[in-house]
């Protein structure tokens, strides 16, 4: 019944969305995080909308003229019709400022195309599966897995809706363009001392084992720089929106976060909560937590950010789940791509991006257990394409106090104290600062002012 039926498709759409970019390019960012290349059913849009996205990607002008050059280059110019074809995209758009509703309609078509698809290889599977059922059921659910993180990205939403939503579950902007040229304060003293503050449009990667605090330290300095009236973007591919949201709710407030997020707090804490949320709602952080996403895409959101509401500090937590083009042989030159990437939109939008990172493995096996830059996982280009290298180091994660002073009798157990180490600094020295972490409170403070209290 279904064998003569064309897989569903909107043509018109397609070429309404490709008429708009060209007409204006900066439509682009609009849909570049809705749609993908093979969203588009006709080849030859595919082939136009592909180079859009490489003059994008180059941050080149996208007009009518640079994209037919660029076809031309990819030898797909006469495949799409010449420039003919260009004009006739342009000519058939009634209106460029409904780009993102063609482009919503592109996208539910191509969804339900690849929904098809699936249903035929979950039919396979169905016919073919004998034995194991659970292994069946187990790859068909992966299937419609594959196809729901294929959906639309979510975008950047504030911290104020996050909370708001988080009180609602608990009952039932542009600085001036002077501030552009002036370095980024991270709020800790001794850090900002050694780095002369965080410099816009570096790259600045973060590293450190699991558990050490990079999360929780690139979310103090996030916090830091929108206290002092800063607008941070926070990518956050590990952490849901709501659990970094009572993350910083935790640091703010000055409650244990494990009691925060069961509801054990007394009412003296539920007032500082109260307090805190009112505090948190008011500052410029804006969260994207869409899992499994490239760097296209969140350059695309960052740019749009930038123009509607001013940027000085960008976190990517963390690079390791960034999704490569798929162009790439391994994940080494994958990892070198998004690298170079991610200091293009640093130095393009001229912000400080704080990258986190993992560590390999290979700081366990060393006695002292120091990072050095060659632990930099999966990617010597992180290293090269950084402007600051920094790591977190905690020997109190690898003693109990009882194995510190069998083998260091003489010194002092380092009990919730990182080190924090510059490794690399390209304006300036390195060296390494120390700072006090309060683990039920992930938040990182100055050495001095923690032990002045």
Not at 139 to 165: G, H, N
Not at 284 to 296: A, E, F, K, S
Not at 316 to 340: A, F, H, K, M, P
Not at 369 to 383: A, K, M, N, V
């Amino acid at each position: 019944m279904y064998a003569e039926r064309l897989p569903p498709h909107d043509i018109e759409a397609e070429e309404a969305t490709l008429g708009s970019v060209l007409i204006d390019g900066g439509m682009l960012p609009r849909v570049a995080t809705l749609l993908r290349p093979d969203d588009f059913y006709r080849e030859r849009n595919r082939y136009c909308y592909e180079a859009c996205l490489s003059l994008f990607s180059r941050n080149e002008a996208i007009n009518q003229v640079t994209v037919a050059h660029e076809l031309d280059s990819l030898e797909h110019l006469d495949e799409v019709g010449g420039p003919a074809y260009l004009s006739h995209l342009v000519s058939v758009v009634p209106t460029p400022l409904h780009v993102e509703n063609y482009a919503s309609i592109v996208s539910r078509t191509a969804t339900l195309r690849r929904l098809i698809q699936a249903a035929g290889e979950i039919a396979t599977l169905g016919y073919d599966g004998a034995g194991d059922v659970e292994n069946v059921l187990t790859k068909a659910e992966d299937i419609l897995f594959r196809l729901r993180t294929r959906q639309p990205t979510r975008a950047f939403v504030s911290l104020r809706e996050v909370l708001d939503q988080y009180l609602e579950e608990k009952a039932s902007v542009m600085e001036p363009l002077e501030r552009q040229a002036l370095p980024v304060v991270s709020g800790f003293e001794s850090l900002d001392e050694l780095l002369g503050g965080l410099q816009r449009s570096d790259l600045v990667i973060l590293a450190g084992r699991p558990s050490f605090g990079k999360s929780s330290l690139a979310l103090n300095v996030s916090l830091n720089v929108a206290r002092s009236g800063g607008v941070v973007g926070i990518f956050s591919l590990e952490m849901s929106r709501e659990q970094l949201a009572l993350r910083l709710l935790a640091s703010e407030a000055d409650v244990d976060g494990h009691r925060l997020r069961l509801g054990l707090y007394t009412e003296a804490e539920e007032q500082r909560i109260m307090d805190a949320i009112g505090t948190l709602s008011e500052m410029p952080i804006y969260v994207d937590d869409t899992p499994l996403q490239g760097v296209v895409e969140m350059r695309s959101k960052a740019r749009r950010l930038h123009m509607e509401r001013g940027l000085d500090l960008l976190v990517v937590d963390y690079i390791g789940l960034i999704q490569g083009d798929g162009r790439s042989q391994n994940r080494v030159q994958e990892l070198t791509e998004i690298t170079r990437a991610l200091k293009g939109l640093a130095r393009d939008l001229n912000v400080v991006l704080i990258v986190v990172s993992q560590l390999s493995r290979a700081v366990e096996m060393r006695p002292t257990h120091r990072p050095q830059l060659s632990d930099l996982r999966d990617s010597g280009t992180i290293e090269q394409d950084s402007d600051v290298v920094t790591f977190i180091f905690r020997e109190d994660q690898y003693y109990t106090e009882e194995e510190w002073e069998q083998r260091f009798p003489e010194r002092i157990y380092p009990k919730n104290i990182a080190e924090i180490i510059v490794a690399k600094h390209r304006h300036g020295p390195t060296g390494s600062v120390q700072l006090y972490f309060r683990d039920q409170l992930a938040r990182f403070e100055d050495l001095a002012k923690e032990e002045a209290v």
